[in-house]
């Protein structure tokens, strides 16, 4: 099955004069930017805190609404049309929220901050193929290469230590193995390595240019950045 990278619109016919089309949060930004909320997995509804937005009165509101405030590898903020037609194809696990998003002093109806839930790292990444090369914080000092066995490995070494030493892992490939994949929406969580947001298959993409939902581009997964292989 074929991929596409997930990202926001910036033709100004379609979104308007401003990129992104949110720049700031109404009145609470909520609990979108605590560390690492929403990387590896659900999130607590009982202790989460969902923001609301103002759109800027330069930009047009579209389907999916792009937002300076809200991590987009993680987090969409989409209307309900939109979500109504991912729910049409196999997404796995997801969370939604409704959202209030504000234009030109109206509270748009409808809006939601969709969250897929879990990455889809080991599924994706062939970690015995990639080699990283681990950097140390602060000083940048080359440490050594390492293959990590899977994303846990790799998340552990992150968040301790590497050879004694705070560390950065950093690759120039990146080998993934998408063609099993029976999602047609996937989630990347790959830290430092750009390969982070959200990819969808081909039937997904095709029936959302289908209905005409506004607000996003598709580039093919290939091509979205430079570090990937294919297997």
Do not use: C
């Not at 015995?128 to 914080?137: A, D, G, L, R, Y």
């Amino acid at each position: 099955m074929k991929y596409y990278a997930l990202k926001y619109s910036s033709d100004t016919k379609e979104i308007g004069r401003k990129f992104p089309q949110s720049i700031k949060f109404m009145t609470r930004m909520g609990s979108i930017q605590e560390d690492t909320i929403g990387d590896f997995g659900p999130i607590d509804n009982k202790s989460f805190i969902v923001p609301d937005l103002e759109v800027s009165k330069t930009a047009k509101v579209t389907s999916l609404i792009s937002s300076a405030g809200i991590v987009g590898s993680k987090f969409l903020v989409i209307d309900k049309d939109l979500l109504g037609t991912f729910q049409e194809f196999n997404l796995g696990s997801y969370q939604v929220w409704p959202i209030d998003v504000w234009w030109k002093g109206n509270k748009l109806e409808d809006y939601f901050l969709f969250h897929l839930s879990y990455p889809s790292n080991d599924e994706w990444i062939d970690f015995s193929k990639t080699e990283f090369e681990m950097k140390e914080i602060g000083s940048n000092e080359f440490l050594g290469v390492k293959v990590f066995k899977d994303f846990h490995d790799f998340k552990h070494t992150l968040l301790s230590n590497f050879e004694g030493k705070r560390a950065i892992p950093y690759t120039k490939e990146i080998y993934l193995k998408p063609t099993n994949t029976k999602s047609d929406m996937v989630r990347l969580s790959l830290w430092f390595s750009g390969l982070m947001g959200y990819f969808i298959s081909e039937r997904l993409k095709e029936e959302l240019e289908y209905r005409n939902h506004s607000g996003m581009n598709f580039v093919p997964l290939e091509q979205s950045n430079n570090r990937i292989r294919l297997i």
